[in-house]
T-cell receptor, first 113, second 113 residues
């Protein structure tokens, strides 16, 4: 089955700096890659996703890039703010998997004011 | 619009007691439904998923079971709780067709004492 590795496990950045989280996946047939943000004690919420026919997608301060050849994808947060502090999860799936997402282990991001 | 309800929000149960967590989805038909568990400070572990009434797939052998008695109702149960069953339980839904991100419920924090 699919295996998703996520790095780093923790990330501390100064407010205003950029944060980058990287994920690798094992199944070359995976074609959908969402990112979730989970604030302390809350549910994970979808913040951005990318499909395999696209190399990059942006939404205001967040962007995701996908390298299908290398089987890795990354989340980029620019101009970080204290409210960006949370745990971020990447995930991957493919059509044949019945939309079962395989999640990475999570990255705890702390934005220091 | 679609909404997902999950209850209770918190639960403290003694070892050996039964468990029933309920999740319902509104505003959609034939959703895919999922139960995830998140141990403290850890990632998301898929426990069960369902593509239709009475259709349950188990991802990991465990002390828990799931049922889907109605199209938009998903129940997580246990006959006898173990200490290791403590965690944050999340229900989620996705559309039945294609691949897409999940919408998670608000979660149940279960503490087995």
């Amino acid at each position: 089955g699919e295996n998703v590795e996520q790095h780093p496990s923790t990330l501390s950045v100064q407010e205003g700096d950029s944060a980058v989280i990287k994920c690798t996946y094992s199944d070359s047939a995976s074609n959908y890659f969402p990112w979730y943000k989970q604030e302390l004690g809350k549910r994970p919420q979808l913040i951005i996703d990318i499909r395999s026919n696209v190399g990059e997608k942006k939404d205001q301060r967040i962007a995701v890039t996908l390298n299908k050849t290398a089987k890795h994808f990354s989340l980029h947060i620019t101009e970080t703010q204290p409210e960006d502090s949370a745990v971020y999860f990447c995930a991957a799936t493919k059509e044949a998997a019945g939309n079962k997402l395989t999640f990475g282990g999570g990255t705890r991001v702390l934005v220091k004011p | 619009s679609q909404t997902i309800h999950q209850w209770p929000a918190t639960l403290v149960q003694p070892v050996g007691s039964p468990l029933s967590l309920e999740c319902t989805v509104e505003g959609t038909s034939n959703p895919n439904l999922y139960w995830y568990r998140q141990a403290a400070g850890r990632g998301l572990q898929l426990l069960f998923y369902s593509v239709g009434i009475g259709q349950i797939s188990s991802e990991v052998p465990q002390n828990l079971s799931a049922s889907r008695p109605q199209d938009r109702q998903f129940i997580l149960s246990s006959k006898k709780l173990l200490l290791s069953d403590s965690g944050f339980y999340l229900c989620a839904w996705s559309t039945e067709t294609g691949i897409s991100g999940y919408t998670f419920g608000s979660g149940t924090r279960l503490t087995v004492v």
